[in-house]
């Protein structure tokens, strides 16, 4: 859900029923946010730092059947359903942010390609092996429990050749910056939703199977864009 990144940590540098519980409490703290959301992630600072174009240059690499984890509100939506896709698949734990992302769709023209909405869990997709070309997301893996599933997930769904896109927030490479993620982290992902913005995003992905074809830093090396395929 994503970002649950903050805009200030990005500006200063920025047994069963224990598993349901936790994904309950994650998609009513996001019920409770989807009101402020698109105000944060999408508002005058997020311009000024150039967040909104990253988003465009994500969705504007998407194609075929696609999926979005962490899908929120719906932020991407206008540059999404201006691509030629085949299908374009939604996923968040969040009703109240999925139905923003409703909202936002019946504002836009209707789009020549199938829309669906899906209230799941990242880590446990809802979807057969090989069911995507492409599966999307943008600052939402960073306020993930657990990226490695997630991540392990979405290669999981993507066809022989499919494309995983992400936009995230990552530890620079830059020290003494990638110093300082590394000890307010916690700080940071308490005011932020959870938003850890300490990651190794490259590493992540190869590590739960992925292999990346191209990685950006952006912002000091506190945001990649970054474009991987499953290992062959």
Not at 9 to 29: E, F, K, N, Q
Not at 142 to 149: E, I, T, V
Not at 199 to 212: D, I, K, Q, T
Request: glycine residues 10%; charged residues 20%; aromatic residues 6%.
């Amino acid at each position: 859900m994503a970002t649950r990144r903050t805009l200030l940590a990005t500006t200063l540098g920025a047994g069963l029923l224990p598993t349901i519980s936790m994904r309950s409490r994650a998609g009513a703290l996001y019920d409770e946010y989807a009101e402020e959301y698109d105000g944060l992630e999408s508002g005058r600072a997020a311009q000024l730092l150039g967040l909104a174009g990253l988003r465009g240059r994500l969705a504007s690499m998407a194609r075929g059947d696609a999926l979005e984890i962490g899908a929120g509100t719906g932020l991407n939506l206008p540059w999404l359903l201006a691509r030629p896709l085949t299908s374009y698949t939604a996923l968040d734990l969040s009703g109240a942010m999925l139905a923003g992302a409703r909202a936002r769709l019946a504002r836009a023209p209707p789009p020549p390609f199938p829309v669906r909405f899906v209230a799941g869990d990242a880590a446990r997709l809802p979807f057969p092996a090989h069911s995507f070309d492409c599966v999307l997301s943008s600052y939402a893996l960073c306020a993930m429990d657990r990226p490695d599933a997630a991540l392990s997930e979405a290669l999981r769904v993507l066809r022989p050749g499919g494309q995983l896109l992400l936009l995230e927030h990552a530890r620079s490479e830059l020290w003494p910056l990638s110093w300082y993620q590394d000890r307010t982290a916690r700080a940071v992902a308490a005011l932020s939703k959870g938003c850890r913005w300490d990651r190794e995003v490259g590493s992540l992905v190869r590590a739960a199977g992925g292999e990346v074809r191209a990685l950006e830093r952006h912002l000091l090396g506190t945001v990649v864009l970054l474009d991987a395929e499953p290992r062959a």
